[in-house]
């Protein structure tokens, strides 16, 4: 299997799936797109689902790969933290952005987004526990529960991305992502 061909079969896909939505993009217009019948896009895929299935598990892939090189700027824990939590917030409004397709067909596509990033959730739910172990360790800070703890900060703000793609607002306007993001960490009450 050629990867290269598989390669720009997925660009093309992503491609129509921006410009026109998933409903409306056929296997024919995909097929037609990379000069190929319909019948020769089965030998790379079985259909256009497993297209939009690996086309989720490669942005997956490259969102963490933003988000932890960006966290990893951050010298001391309790900084990576908050730039997780600002990174994550950032990128997953660019991404809202670019795949605004999937705001018309959200609650069809959204197991197959759900399927198809479980390992990439499971890396993010251990790259930000290992955040919070360096936070135990370095004696800034205590945390009951962290294998608990990382998997509600990641859930909570993957939560969050329901409302971006079920939305055209942005959810939290660049201004009020520092804010967002000391709330979401260390809750309504500051203790004097």
Known sequence: MSTTKKTKILNKSRELFEQYGYQKTTL????KSVGKVKTAIYYYFSGKEEIFAQLVQTEAEAFNKKLFSQVE???????????????????????SERYNFLKQDFFELMPIVEENRTESDRKEIAYVTSILEDIINSGEAEIADINFSAKILVNTLKGLEVQMYVTDQILIPKNEIALFRNFFLYGVLQKK
């Open 73 to 95: 700027t951050a010298i001391n824990p309790i900084d990576k933290l908050e730039m997780y939590v600002t990174t994550r917030m950032e990128l997953m409004q660019k991404l």
């Open 28 to 31: 024919t217009d995909i097929a």
